[in-house]
């Protein structure tokens, strides 16, 4: 036998079995509650960088410390009109830094961007000594007539100029010059704040991967500019060979891995393809 019972005609019924309900409802949306963040939690437990305590830099864990080496590396959005001037320009100047010995750099390599951002021109110079060495250099290049007229003459070509200070990877070797031709690769970074250990650890063994058809130049981390960035340079005897090595790097053991892993890291990426101007070492 079943009994229908009218609350709405039962105030003190209703008030009795009120609480007891509203209880379990509670505790039940709460034990839900709590499932679901632990569920959330747990998801974004994969994506979050769990980060011990450390008392060191983490470009002092990264970095290459035998050498002290420092890198600049200038972008320069040229006027389109006039590029042909501008690179004869620094092909006229540029060399003659790199190889007076008073000067303690070194011009690395130097390009104009074919694929990316147009009418653009790349210098990537090494500061062997560090901070001292480029701030010897930058006092010294203020009394020289010759670069100051270059810097006068470029800055009637430019659109935009920007820079950024870098240091090497210590897995990684460091750019030397090399015969051509060649086209060159810039690929660079945005990782997300915090997690360039993280970047450099997972790195650190795809480079050995990456080295069988030796076409890595170089690895860089940025120290002023913008930061967390990162630069990767290639080297490919033209864009059917970087599309074959890059291909040929999935067929091998823990390369999938290696990107699967590192892909959540990046916040921006972006590729340049390059070419060589006339006096770059990197031909």
């Given amino acids: 036998h079943t009994s229908v019972i009218d609350l709405r005609s039962s105030d003190s019924l209703f008030q009795r079995i009120k609480q007891p309900v509203v209880s379990n409802l509670c505790v039940l949306f709460h034990h839900r509650s709590l499932s679901a963040f632990r569920e959330d939690s747990w998801f974004k437990s994969l994506f979050v960088r769990k980060v011990d305590p450390r008392k060191d830099a983490h470009s002092h864990l990264l970095a290459k410390k035998e050498d002290n080496n420092l890198y600049k590396i200038q972008f320069h959005n040229v006027k389109p009109e006039c590029l042909d001037a501008y690179n004869e320009l620094c092909e006229g100047v540029l060399p003659s830094i790199h190889a007076d010995p008073e000067y303690p750099c070194e011009l690395v390599g130097t390009w104009n961007t074919w694929y990316g951002e147009q009418d653009q021109a790349v210098h990537l110079w090494r500061y062997r000594g560090g901070y001292p060495a480029l701030t010897e250099v930058m006092n010294k290049l203020r009394q020289n007539k010759e670069f100051m007229n270059y810097r006068n003459e470029r800055g009637k070509m430019l659109l935009s100029r920007r820079n950024q200070l870098l240091l090497e990877f210590s897995f990684w070797n460091e750019p030397v010059p090399r015969p051509g031709p060649n086209i060159y690769e810039l690929r660079s970074y945005q990782l997300r704040p915090g997690t360039m ?40 005897k033209d864009l059917q060979s970087r599309e074959d090595t890059r ?36 031909k």
């Fill in 197 to 236: 250990i993280e970047w450099g650890n997972y790195w650190a063994r795809a480079i050995e991967i990456r080295q069988q058809n030796q076409e890595s130049v170089g690895g860089f981390f940025s120290q002023i500019g913008s930061l967390y960035t990162v630069h990767h340079l290639w080297a490919y």
């Fill in 247 to 282: 291909n040929a790097a999935w067929q091998r053991d823990g390369w999938d891995q290696i990107v699967y892993y590192t892909v959540p890291l990046i916040q921006h990426m972006e590729s340049r393809i390059m070419i060589p101007m006339k006096t770059s070492p990197l």
